[in-house]
T-cell receptor, first 118, second 115 residues
Framework: GAGVSQSPRYKVAKRGQDVALRCDPI?????LFWYQQALGQGPEFLTY????????KSGLPSDRFFAERPEGSVSTLKIQRTQQEDSAVYLC????????????????FGPGTRLTVL | AQKVTQAQTEISVVEKEDVTLDCVYE???????LFWYKQPPSGELVFLIR??????QNEISGRYSWNFQKSTSSFNFTITASQVVDSAVYFC????????????FGKGTKLSVKP
């Protein structure tokens, strides 16, 4: 079966542009997470969805960051008016999750989108 | 406060040497999960192991083994007879039950295995 896929793999944006990053989770996975990984650092949590519900967005660094998962499958992370400090790899992960298993199931990661803001 | 500490930033070994990667965690939750992920140069995080806080048994999978000790809040990872293909950045991560599962990562340990 297919793993988590993300697109685009690389994105270069000029400062001030809006970008949209897409994540296709593993089919049937209820939980979906977004992480930001700066160069040389570990990933940092941004937001979490259970199906279409965004249950935790405490890690979003500013109101320029917005995520959605309208049908409980594909998710989009949108960054408005990009800044140079937004340059990072954005990782998406999914897990089986759900009310029974909880969201602490193993998370499987996609290849990430490397965003460079000039 | 940092909840997962990987004190070793970089380790370099020669092929066939054994190497241990350290991980110390901090949590007030009684139910939590610990993970190790491998990030090769290609960038994708590869899942290696998941342990829950109630299972302190050590685990061995081929050349990989993990030592979980609640008394010292450590979850160390050993690679036996290292190979060049083991070269990667290894991350230890913590998931607390009360936080709905988001992973808290350490800063990673870069392992270089030289032929």
């Amino acid at each position: 079966g297919a793993g988590v896929s993300q697109s685009p793999r690389y994105k270069v944006a000029k400062r001030g542009q809006d970008v949209a990053l897409r994540c296709d989770p593993i089919s049937g996975h209820v939980s979906l997470f977004w992480y930001q990984q700066a160069l040389g650092q570990g990933p940092e949590f941004l937001t979490y969805f259970q199906n279409e519900a965004q249950l935790d967005k405490s890690g979003l660094p500013s109101d320029r960051f917005f995520a959605e998962r309208p049908e409980g499958s594909v998710s989009t992370l949108k960054i408005q008016r990009t800044q140079q400090e937004d340059s990072a790899v954005y990782l998406c992960a999914s897990s089986l999750g759900g009310l029974a298993g909880g969201s602490t199931d193993t998370q499987y990661f996609g290849p990430g989108t490397r965003l460079t803001v000039l | 406060a940092q909840k997962v500490t990987q004190a070793q930033t970089e380790i370099s070994v020669v092929e066939k040497e054994d190497v241990t990667l350290d991980c110390v965690y901090e949590t007030r939750d009684t139910t939590y999960y610990l993970f190790w992920y491998k990030q090769p140069p290609s960038g994708e995080l590869v899942f290696l192991i998941r342990r829950n806080s109630f299972d302190e048994q050590n685990e061995i999978s081929g050349r990989y083994s993990w030592n979980f000790q609640k008394s010292t809040s450590s979850f160390n990872f050993t690679i036996t007879a290292s190979q060049v293909v083991d070269s990667a950045v290894y991350f230890c991560a913590l998931s607390e039950r009360r936080s709905q599962g988001n992973l808290i990562f350490g800063k990673g340990t870069k392992l270089s295995v030289k032929p």
